[in-house]
């Protein structure tokens, strides 16, 4: 990291799940807590169910307002047949960003071994949003912000990072 100034950013947290509530979702509580510890702005916090329809609207809804710079979803990557989250994002996506599932996937494996083929988290930009979704465990959570976004979403890391390029979205 460099001695740039760090550039808070917008950010909504959707938790999927046919289960969670607000005072159950540990997910995103911790999501929560660690973009506004690190100096973001939390400008939403929605559960949906895991409904196609549902999430696409929300999506929709955050792409399309310009306070909104970066969305992380928790929820629904999985495989059975009620996890659509990847589905609904990669049909949000104007750019997928193929590296960000990767890396996840290989921080994971340290953890959880081969367990973590089951897991299909992705990236990309949608409009002039980021979004990254994420698994619904709060350890999958910890694994993405720590290991990837926490970095990512700081204009200090270097040689690059996300919120230098949000401007040319």
């Not at 609904?88 to 953890?111: C, P, T, W, Y």
């Amino acid at each position: 990291m460099d001695k740039q100034d760090f550039q808070p950013l917008a950010i909504a947290i959707l938790t999927i799940s046919d289960t969670r509530e607000l005072a159950t979702d540990k997910s995103g509580d911790w999501l929560q807590k660690e973009i506004t510890e690190a100096g973001h702005r939390l400008v939403a916090r929605e559960i949906v169910k895991d409904d196609k329809g549902e999430i696409l609207e929300k999506l929709k809804t955050w792409r399309e307002q310009k306070e909104v710079e970066v969305v992380i979803t928790t929820g629904g990557t999985g495989i059975t047949a009620r996890d659509v989250t990847p589905e609904v994002v990669a049909s949000l996506l104007d750019k997928e960003l193929s590296g960000f599932g990767e890396l996840f996937r290989q921080i994971s494996f340290e953890k959880i071994g081969a367990s973590t083929i089951q897991s299909r988290a992705i990236g990309g930009v949608m409009g002039r949003t980021l979004i990254f979704a994420l698994p619904g465990s709060p350890s999958a959570c910890k694994d993405a912000w720590q290991g990837i976004l926490k970095q990512q979403l700081d204009i200090r890391t270097k040689p690059c990072n996300f919120v230098e390029l949000l401007p040319r979205l």
